[in-house]
């Protein structure tokens, strides 16, 4: 599956103090929303729905990397 960029605003000299106040306790902003979204989801997707999209994903991303494996050892081949 695809990943999507999430655009919001929020006022400048709030998410200066934010990036500030987290840089010196080493928080990185970009993770902290990350795991919040996260919760969110958690929170709100139901049980079932969660696991039929993480069974879809893993298929995805299993034919992934077969398809790359295929593509890697065909080029290898080529080359001897």
Do not use: C, W
């Not at 400048?12 to 902290?32: F, P, V």
């Not at 034919?63 to 890697?72: G, K, P, T, W």
């Amino acid at each position: 599956m695809k990943n999507t960029t999430l655009t919001m605003s929020f006022n400048t000299e709030r998410l200066d103090a934010l990036t500030y106040h987290m840089g010196k306790k080493e928080a990185d902003l970009q993770e902290e929303l990350k795991d919040y979204l996260q919760k969110l989801y958690e929170k709100y997707v139901p049980q079932a729905t969660r696991e039929y999209l993480d069974d879809r994903i893993a298929r995805e991303e299993n034919a992934r990397s077969s398809r790359s494996n295929r593509q890697r050892n065909g080029a290898s081949q080529a080359a001897e």
